[in-house]
């Protein structure tokens, strides 16, 4: 099932996915602080350097950033009406 634009979507649908999203982001940012102090402890304790695991969680990061943008300019929008 696709993923309605936030045109498309109800006032309703628009702030429960504003919520949802903003919770995501929030569990996001933690585990990318947390991977980030693993990376840091692999490598000074085994050398290691795994930063390939970082990145994936800044990309979907970014990308519900993204997302709740268009939510909150559409929410803005809809209240002006």
Do not use: C, D, W, Y
Not at 6 to 11: D, G, H
Not at 42 to 64: C, D, H, Q, R, Y
């Amino acid at each position: 099932m696709k993923a309605k634009k936030p045109s498309e979507m109800s006032v309703e649908e628009l702030l429960r996915t504003q919520k949802k999203i903003k919770k995501t982001i929030k569990v996001l940012i933690l585990i990318a602080i947390l991977l980030l102090l693993l990376i840091v402890f692999l490598f000074l304790e085994k050398g290691l350097l795994t930063l390939m695991v970082f990145p994936l969680s800044i990309a979907f990061l970014i990308i519900n950033s993204n997302f709740l943008k268009e939510i909150q300019h559409e929410i803005a929008n809809r209240n002006l009406e």
